[in-house]
Structure formats: C-alpha cells, structure tokens
C-alpha cells in the first residue's frame, strides 16, 4: 500500500502555510514577556506546537487529499456446474449415481477451493446456486446457464468452467452456439449412458387443449420403439377408467417410429382425462415413458373475435396468431371500407388504425354502443385522434399533429384485472418500443392502467395499455403500433412466444367474458403445466357496483381424492390475487368465499394439472455438443471414472492465474480522525505549559 498527498491548489502554497504560523507564533511569544523566565528550551517547544499547528491549519484549508494505492489479488473463480434433470438418472439409481458423480464432485469443489475461489451451480429449468438438489427439474435449457455465466462472470477472473450434464436439452437453444463471450476452458463431464437400450418410449401426444361439445377431436400418438424389433404392445386410451380406444402394435426393427391417428367424440362439457398407455415390455430400461395423462377442456362453443383493419398491418397477424394459439379463439380478420355484417355474433372486436381520416366506421361504432360488445382499439398512425377521442374510450390524446414518440412498456404493478407471472412481467420489461402519438394523455377515473410509458430513460404517467369499464361493455386501448417487434423480439431471445401469445390472450380473455353482474368474480386458467404456479384473480363489488377488498376472500382446492387445500387470498390494491404454488398432476376444483355483511358468496370452478414427460422422452445421452464446446475452447471431455483427474488438469494450467487489480482511494485529511486528535493534543499540551508557566 502506497500513500502521498496531492492538495487542490499548486503543492508551493504551502510556503504561506508555514510563513502564516511563524507569523502568529512570533507575534503571540514576543508579547508574552512572563514566558522571559521559562527555561528557553522550554519556550521553544511551546513555540513550535503553535507553529505546528497553525501552519497545520492553514494547510488544511488548501483541502489535501490523502491518496492510497491498494493491491488486490483475486483468485481465479472456477464454475462447477451439475445437470438437476430428470434425465439424468434413467437407467441408473440414486446411490450409485451419487457415489460415482456427486461426491467426486463434491470432493472436487473442496480440493479446488484451497487454492480457487470455486462456485457451484445447478440447471434444468432455471440456474441457481448449489449442487445435488434432488435431479427432478422437468426441462432442461443449458444455453439458459451460458447466458447466467455471462451476465454473472463476464469481466471476472474465471479459470475454467466444469458441467456435468447428459448432453440432452428440450428447452432454448443449442449450447454449443450460446457460450458466454468470455473465453475459458471449458471441462464438460459425460453422464448418461450412449449406448442404445431397450425403450418403448411414448414419445407424445398432440391435441387440442380445447374441443367442442358434439364434435370430433383429434389425438396423434408418437411411438418410438428402440432395441424391440419383433415384439408387440398395446395401446389404449382411457377416459376416466373406461377405454375408449386401444390398437395393437407390432413392432418391427429395432429402431420403430409410429405415428397413430386417433380421432374421439366430446360427449361431456368440463375438463376430460385421457390417459394413452402402451402396455410395457420386459427389460426396458424405463418405463415412466409408456404413459402420459392428458386434460382436454370441452366447451360449448369458440369465443369469436372480429378484427377490423384500416388497412393491412404486421400487427394483425401477430395479434391474431397469438390469440388463436389458444383454441377457445376465433379470429375473423376483416377490412374496415364496406363492412356491414352484424357484431352481435362476436364477443370483441379489435379496431386496428381506427377510427381514421378516411373511415369513421361510425355504423360499427354505433352497433357497439347498442349491442354493448366490447372493444380493443390498437392505435396506429392511421387513427384519427379527434374522432378517437369522441368515443368515451377512457383516454384522450390532444396530439401535436403527425408526430410521434418511441414508447417503452412499463408494467403498472398495482394494476388489478388480471395477473401476469412473473417471467411475462420480466420479459415484457425488455420489449422493444412502440410508436405512439406524441401528445398529451388523459385517462379517465375509472381506467385500469396494464402498462405506461417509459420515454427514453423517463418513466411516465401516460397509459399504453389500458381497460375501461363502462356501463354494458368493456373497452381497451393499446395505444402505440409496433406489437409485431415483441413478438420478434421474444423469439430471438426465448426461441418462443409463449409470453407473446399469454400477454395477448389474457387482454382478449378479459375483454370477451361477458361477464354477469355478480358481487364477486374469480378467475384462473382451467390448464396448467405441472412447473406452473396456480394463479388466481378475485374482484368483489358492493351494492353500489364498485371494486372493495375489504372482507377476506378463501380459497379451497380440492383433489380427485377429495383432499383439500386451503388459502386466503391477498389483497392487491382494488381487488385480490392468489399465488397457490406448485400442485402435482391431476384434476382439480376450487370454491372461492367470501362475505359482505351477513351475505355469503361462493364461486367454483376446475383446472387440471398437466405432466411434462420432456424429459423421460429420451433415454440416450448426447454428449455431441460438450465434446465440441471442450475442442473449441482449449478443455477436455471427461467420464464420471475421470473427475478425480480435473483437480490436477486445472491446477496444472498457467493460464489460470491470479488477477492483480491496483485500486486508488481518495480521503480528505481533514476527515481523518488521527488529525483532529494530533491538533487538539497538541494545543492542549501547548496549553497546559503556558498555563503552568504563568501565561495565558
């Protein structure tokens, strides 16, 4: 550590520092002529603590600063990452897969960490930190901890990087093209077993979530059959406990692929079991991958969503492709210029660039008000804002005519409607910007914000997307284009759009429902993935028809063996909201209660918990892609039989080294305690001997 002084003004003034305390202590001695009989030496050392700490003083108002130079050394950071997938152990059990893998690693972690600084992680669904947590995530996205690795470590001194993993993925994108920028070598451990056993594997099962009641439904059952040739199976499928359908199947060759159509009858409205089961086989090294329980909501009949266009626009189709991703949706896509036909078939209607300068569609703004069918107003450069602003739509722009702004989403996090989860609000935070109108925004008292705008780095008060309640229907505003970008967007970064399409499908479903004028409403999804969190939304009116959420709200969930689990809903800032956590498979029902007074109200409903079988899907490792990441950055592929080797492969690396960072740290003297004491001893001890020798 290294220490120097460095002032605000020119280093030289401190010659006036000096001559300003031989200056006051000259003057202050030559009067005092009683100190003439003090002993000289005496004299002189009372004369130099005032000249000290004078001079010190007036040093001090030159503001010095006192600079140190530290040096610090930091270890290189070693990466032991373990696969937490399901996949991981088929074909082997716990103990031995702990004994051959988790406790080498574990070893491992402790000789590195003598001399590293080791960090160790877990993947499947999600990164975290820790090692061995119980191998039962049911996806596996690994290009998902390459980008952890990269925002985490990308300018810190790591060394090497070690992943134990089966090589297989179902999630996100090819690990070999997603490693982090930082160039390390990379030591990936080959778990799982490439050898190709015997495996009847149900593969999939494609439906519809949704069918309709009286009609035909299809199924297609995918059958992979590996090391069976010459053996036989059969299939069926089952609603509740009676079979509904079974063929046999002969399998031919040793490495059989089959595809079944099947087509069934929706008898019964509500949510349907089926299960598809292929009748096992002898010696199969799995057989959790013969069946798959599947819930198929039957309805009534298709919600229908008119879209009326101004004129052809990106946005539509990927309005109407993220709304129809659900089957409950019908989307009818029509040009505003002519349309005549009657609104009351559908339960919304979208108005994209409209009301413009060349179409008022004032006989369609007219069936709406009458019919009270709600609407979706998508805002474009070709809205005639004044006539927009005439329609009671809950905002008014008053615009600076033909200009317009690039508009960021911000999520309102007391909004109340509906809930988004939690990787829909984090990624909706990344969307790109929206065009909208430049211009002053007004949204009436009684609007729901969803989202507001963010102008550059500015978080403002001014809605992008917006509902209103009015008397008979319901009303919502995007008001900016550009929703075809988020829909890109979520590809390029997730490979999917899955929140894309839930964003829009959560608007739509909430404008559609014609809802009954009930005191009290809940509302959820009938269909979840069993790594989905059980979401519920709640809203009670009193008899004036406004939002409270001053009485508590229960929850009770019941399963197919009649046990219940109960919860209370929280309190959001109009209404309530339930994160009831993770369920296994199954077919569910809930009651909702609550209590106005002395009056009770009770909502029910049902849901069903689907399985993910990605996992089980595949039974044979891929170590392809590790192989390559280890060639292409300077590391080796390893077995289980080697993880004891890799404690003297990276220790014997040079290139794994120390980093020394030499860090300043700038201090006022004035702030430093040590100078406040020296003074104040200085003066007393000054003081005392002036006081001792008769002096003032």
């Not at 918990?609 to 060639?631: F, K, P, R």
Request: hydrophobic share 40%; with cysteine; glycine share 6%.
């Amino acid at each position: 550590m290294n220490f120097n002084l460095i002032t605000e003004q020119p280093f030289w003034f401190i010659i006036f520092c000096l001559l300003a305390g031989a200056v006051y202590t000259f003057i202050l001695y030559r009067k005092e002529t009683i100190l003439n009989e003090v002993q000289p030496w005496l004299r002189g050392v009372m004369a130099f603590f005032r000249f000290f700490t004078v001079s010190l003083l007036a040093f001090l108002l030159l503001g010095p600063l006192l600079r140190s130079v530290f040096k610090t050394d930091e270890k290189p950071i070693i990466v032991i990452a373990q696969d937490n997938s399901e996949s991981v152990l088929i074909g082997t059990d716990s103990t031995a897969f702990n004994s051959e893998v988790v406790n080498p690693l574990t070893d491992l972690s402790n000789a590195l960490s003598e001399k590293y600084e080791v960090r160790t992680l877990s993947f499947g669904e999600n990164t975290r930190e820790g090692m061995n947590q119980g191998f039962s995530d049911k996806l596996t996205n690994i290009s998902e901890l390459f980008e952890q690795l990269g925002a985490k470590y990308e300018n810190r001194n790591v060394g090497a990087v070690v992943i134990a993993s089966d090589g297989l993925y179902n999630q996100g994108s090819n690990p070999a093209y997603s490693l982090p920028k930082f160039k390390v070598p990379f030591y990936p451990i080959a778990l799982g077993d490439t050898i190709v056993r015997k495996d009847l594997v149900l593969s999939n099962v494609r439906h519809n979530k949704v069918a309709f009641l009286g009609n035909t439904f299809p199924f297609e059952v995918i059958i992979n059959a590996r090391q069976c040739g010459g053996e036989k199976s059969l299939l069926t499928i089952s609603n509740d406990s009676a079979v509904v359908y079974s063929k046999n199947i002969s399998i031919s060759g040793n490495n059989y692929y089959l595809k079944v159509p099947v087509f069934l009858d929706a008898k019964e409205k509500g949510i349907q079991k089926y299960t598809v089961r292929l009748s096992e086989l002898d010696d199969e090294i799995s057989t959790s991958n013969n069946t798959r329980n599947v819930f198929i909501e039957v309805s009534e009949s298709k919600q229908k969503i008119l879209v009326l266009v101004n004129a052809p626009h990106p946005d539509v189709s990927a309005f109407k492709s993220a709304v129809e991703s659900n089957q409950n949706y019908e989307v009818d896509i029509r040009k505003a210029k002519n349309f005549s036909a009657p609104l009351n078939d559908y339960n919304l209607v979208v108005l994209h660039g409209l009301p413009s300068a060349n179409n008022k569609a004032a006989n369609v703004m007219e069936q709406l008000k009458r019919l009270g069918v709600s609407q979706l107003f998508i805002v474009s450069n070709q809205t005639a804002i004044n006539d927009f602003n005439a329609l009671n739509t809950g905002l008014t722009i008053t615009e600076s005519k033909g200009k317009v702004n690039e508009v960021l989403p911000l999520l309102n996090s007391n909004f109340s409607l509906f809930t988004l989860d939690e990787k829909t609000s984090r990624l909706v935070s990344n969307f790109p910007p929206l065009t909208a109108p430049f211009g002053t925004y007004k949204a009436s008292a009684s609007n729901y914000s969803l989202m507001n705008q963010k102008i550059g780095v500015v978080n403002t008060d001014n809605p992008l997307v917006l509902f209103n309640v009015g008397d008979n229907n319901k009303t919502g505003v995007i008001a900016g284009e550009g929703l075809w970008r988020w829909k890109l967007f979520e590809y390029s970064d997730k490979n999917s759009h899955e929140v894309f399409n839930e964003l829009m499908i959560k608007m739509v479903q909430y404008l559609s429902i014609r809802e009954k004028k009930s005191s009290f409403r809940v509302n959820t999804k009938t269909n979840f993935n069993e790594n989905e969190p059980l979401i519920f939304d709640a809203k009670l009116y009193n008899e004036s028809d406004e939002l409270i959420n001053e009485p508590e709200v229960r929850l009770n969930i019941k399963d197919g063996n009649g046990k219940s689990y109960p919860f209370t809903f929280s309190k959001t800032e109009k209404a309530y909201s339930l994160n009831a956590g993770y369920f296994p498979v199954g077919y569910y029902r809930y009651t909702a209660t609550t209590k106005i007074g002395e009056q009770l109200y009770s909502r029910g409903g049902e849901f069903s918990i689907s399985a993910l079988q990605l996992e089980t899907a595949v039974t044979v490792a891929d170590h392809t892609w590790m192989q390559q990441i280890a060639n292409e950055t300077g590391g080796e592929l390893l077995y289980p039989s080697q993880i004891n080797q890799l404690n003297s492969l990276i220790t014997s690396r040079e290139d794994i080294v120390p980093v020394t960072y030499m860090q300043d740290k700038l201090k006022d003297l004035i702030n430093l305690k040590w100078v406040f004491f020296l003074l104040v001893i200085l003066l007393s001890i000054e003081w005392f001997l002036r006081k001792r020798s008769g002096a003032y």
